[in-house]
């Protein structure tokens, strides 16, 4: 996947150094992962590396993602992640993701747009809209549609879904 090691069995420690963030961890079976960021003013940008491949089931990779937010409430985010989890020969799992927001107030809207190839059966692709209210510090109630789409399969339809809720912090 392109979610480094996930959060299980793992040690990990977190530091902050001013605008600078660096996090590692180690878990089960060897594996490793590593991280920084970088925050200034509106400015974010993260890079990650991660190596399961030494534990025998896993992979390795990195990503990179930077995120803007203007004055004005308009707020972008870019992120790239590839893997080295072929073992066939085959192309090297790779995704992409884009994030178009606005802010206003105390609601949030958003567009995003992600594509990942050659990984599992066939490239995919989604598209998304979203809006999150928050009514009081704490609370967020969220709507979003999502467009799912799988290239190169027999059954080739696109995947819908209407998702919606109400988060509480605790």
Do not use: C, H
Request: proline share 2%; charged share 25%; no cysteine.
């Amino acid at each position: 996947g392109f979610d480094g090691l996930g959060r299980n069995d793992n040690l990990r420690y977190d530091a902050a150094m001013g605008d600078f963030s660096l996090a590692g961890s180690y878990g089960n079976g060897d594996k490793k992962e590593l991280a920084a960021g970088y925050k200034i003013d509106s400015l974010e940008v993260r890079i990650a590396w991660w190596d399961e491949a030494s534990s025998g089931d896993g992979d390795k990779g990195a990503a990179i993602s930077a995120s803007w937010e203007a004055d004005n409430g308009i707020n972008l985010t870019g992120a790239y992640s590839g893997t080295d989890a072929s073992d066939d020969g085959a192309d090297d799992p790779t995704n992409i993701y884009l994030k178009l927001g606005y802010k206003t107030g105390k609601s949030s809207y958003g567009i995003d747009w992600s594509e990942t190839q050659d990984l599992g059966p066939g490239d995919g692709s989604s598209v998304s809209i979203a809006w999150v209210y928050v009514p009081m510090s704490g609370v967020e109630t969220y709507a979003s549609y999502r467009v799912e789409s799988i290239d190169d399969v027999d059954d080739d339809d696109d995947i819908d879904a209407l998702i919606g809720g109400v988060r509480v912090k605790f």
